[in-house]
Structure formats: structure tokens, C-alpha cells
Nanobody, 121 residues
């Protein structure tokens, strides 16, 4: 069972930046970030295999950057120009079935506990 542990969430004002990290207990080919706002379904934010094979949701394109350190089994999400609509619990996910599109939850088998991101206006 792959274990994932996120860190780096917090509270920022609109326009600010945060970097999320996720350490996996072992290598998994595909990793991604999802988020879930209160009362909404979990949605894909970004996913990647090996650089440059990355994919972003439209809401993240141009503001967020996903990257990974393969040697350290660590995934990152650099988030810039944050807006209140980015508020939610961010989850790291890993799996072997991602098809290179905007990530969907069913493509990922392993999930972290989530880290809260709050953006105030």
C-alpha cells in the first residue's frame, strides 16, 4: 500500500503563493493534485508522469506548476496568484492508470490525507 503525506497548506491573501509537497512511500508512475471545496466534488488540479508530461485543469493553467523529484518520491505544487476560489482541501494522489488528460479521481488509487488551503480576499 502506497502512503502519501502532504504538507505546505496554509492561509494566504489573494495574490499570494503557496507550495505544497507530497512524499510517497514508494515510486508510482503517475502523481497528481486534487482539491475539494466545501459542498463540491473533488476535482483534478494537475498531474504528471515524468516531466514534461504534465496536465493542468483550466483553472490552474498559468498559475500553478506541478513538479516532482523522482529520486525522493516527492511531488510538488507551486501555486501563484492565488484567488479565493482556490480555497479547499488539496489532496495528493498516485496511481498507474492516468491517461494524460485532466486528472480524474478514478484514475488514481492512492490518496493522502489532504492539506487545507485558504485564500482570503
Amino acid at each position: 500500500q502506497v502512503q502519501l503525506e502532504e504538507s505546505g497548506g496554509g492561509s494566504v491573501q489573494a495574490g499570494g503563493s503557496l507550495t505544497l509537497s507530497c512524499v510517497a512511500s514508494e515510486y508510482v508512475p503517475y502523481m497528481g493534485w486534487f482539491r475539494q471545496a466545501p459542498g463540491k466534488e473533488r476535482e483534478g488540479v494537475a498531474a504528471m508522469a515524468h516531466s514534461p508530461n504534465t496536465k493542468y485543469a483550466d483553472s490552474a493553467e498559468g498559475r500553478f506548476t506541478i513538479s516532482r523529484d523522482i529520486g525522493k518520491n516527492t511531488l510538488f505544487l507551486q501555486m501563484n496568484n492565488l484567488i479565493p476560489e482556490d480555497t479547499g482541501v488539496y489532496y495528493c494522489a498516485a496511481g498507474r492508470m492516468w491517461t494524460s488528460g485532466i486528472p480524474t479521481p478514478r484514475e488514481f488509487d492512492y490518496w493522502g490525507q489532504g492539506t487545507q488551503v485558504t485564500v482570503s480576499s
